[in-house]
């Protein structure tokens, strides 16, 4: 005699019993459900279906325009997402303007976010869609397709879920303490994407968004000047590096040398570039020299497409962490500015 797949679950387990552990079950599902276990499961890959159905394919065609006549652009969108998400989560806080009648400062008065660029250019692209669909795109969301766009000029084509809400809160007190410098240790990296639900792969492999752009002296110079113990740089790459950055305190504000060998494009050289001594800070040589995270650093060095593959889930998790849903925020009208009339 067979038995069902419920008698075997059950075994020999009465009605009533089976009955009040289904109620049981579906209990733990409402609370489940209601207290949000499943973060992610609150943005959704078809959120503006209805209300701004254009809203990836606008999106897609004014970042196109912007990368032809810009093409570091792309590098200054996939670090303002970093910068975004990284403060409060993803949630346009980074856009804010400080107040001056209060005295509140904007995220951009930290010093870690020197050299963020293009908040405006997210500003211009939220008016297009205003006129599109009015009220209806966050900025959050808005930043997060961006970065999407620029990664996949010559990357990975990521699918992000959406519905970010905009914060009515920023904090340049928390930029300052949540945005790490360029020599934290591989403990503090991973703490920062474990915190994300990132894996130590996924960790080594967001850090892989080094492969475009640019690092500026003044993120340099302590390196170069004043080495940890143990971090090794190749001898030309260190020359290279000394002409244009010439003291530990750089003189101006212009000098930058490029993240990888191919700054401007999405791949796996900056992997390759660590592994021979060439990376521009201290955390992207610390990955190469860990023991935990200098395997990963190798396979993604030979391996461009699994480097794809895991770049693109971390990326989704990074975007999707403690992030505003539903009625929480707002979404506002001018990405610069909290709309006072709906807080
Ligand atoms: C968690 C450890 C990280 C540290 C310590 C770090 C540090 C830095 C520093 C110091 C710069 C140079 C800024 C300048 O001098 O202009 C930089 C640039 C950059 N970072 Fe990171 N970063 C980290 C993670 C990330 C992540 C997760 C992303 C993106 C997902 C990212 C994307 C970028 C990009 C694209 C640039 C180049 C920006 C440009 O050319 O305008 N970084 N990073
Ligand atoms: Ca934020
Ligand atoms: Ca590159």
Redesign the pocket.
Same mark, same amino acid.
């Given at each position: 005699m067979y038995t069902t797949s419920r008698e075997r679950i059950m075994g020999s387990y009465s009605p009533i019993l089976f009955d009040s552990y289904l109620t049981v079950v579906v209990l733990l599902l409402i609370i489940g459900v209601s207290f949000g276990v499943n973060e992610e499961a609150q943005l959704s890959y078809d959120h503006y279906k209805f209300t701004c159905p254009r809203v990836e394919t606008i999106v897609q065609r004014e970042m196109l325009s912007i990368f032809l006549t810009d093409p570091?652009a792309p590098? =200054?969108f $996939? !670090?303002l997402?970093?910068h975004d998400c990284q403060v409060q989560g993803c949630d346009a806080s980074i856009l804010l303007d400080g107040n001056d009648s209060t005295n509140k400062l904007s995220e951009m008065v930290s010093s870690r976010n020197?050299?963020i !660029?293009n908040r405006e250019t997210i500003g211009l692209i939220k008016s297009k869609l205003e006129f599109e669909c009015p009220g209806k795109v966050s900025c959050a969301d808005i930043i997060a397709l961006a970065a999407r766009e620029s990664v996949s000029l010559s990357g990975p084509r990521i699918q992000i879920p959406l519905g970010r809400r905009d914060s009515t809160t920023y904090s340049s007190q928390q930029a300052d303490a949540d945005l790490?410098? +360029?020599g934290?240790t591989v403990d503090e $990296?991973i703490h920062?994407f474990d915190s994300k639900g990132m894996n130590l792969e996924e960790s080594v492999a967001?850090?892989g =968004?080094?492969t475009?752009?640019?690092?500026?002296c +003044? #993120?340099i110079g302590s390196r170069l000047y004043d080495p940890q113990p143990g971090d090794q740089m190749d001898q030309k790459f260190e020359a290279f590096l000394r002409k244009i950055c010439p003291g530990r305190i750089p003189l101006t504000n212009l000098c930058?040398a490029p #993240?990888d060998g191919t700054p401007a494009i999405f791949d796996n050289q900056y992997y390759r570039d660590v592994l021979k001594g060439r990376g521009l800070?201290g955390?992207d040589s610390n990955i190469s020299r860990d023991p935990r995270t200098a395997p990963i650093v190798r396979q993604f060095a030979v391996d461009q497409n699994h480097f794809f593959g895991v770049f693109s889930s971390a990326f989704v998790k $990074?975007s999707s962490t403690n992030v505003l849903t539903n009625g929480e925020g707002q979404v506002r009208r001018q990405c610069n500015r909290i709309n006072v009339d709906e807080r």
């Open positions: 570091t590098a =200054a $996939l !670090r997402f970093f020197f050299g !660029r790490p410098p +360029q934290i $990296l920062i967001i850090l =968004a080094h475009l752009g640019v690092g500026h +003044q #993120n930058f #993240n800070f955390i $990074l």
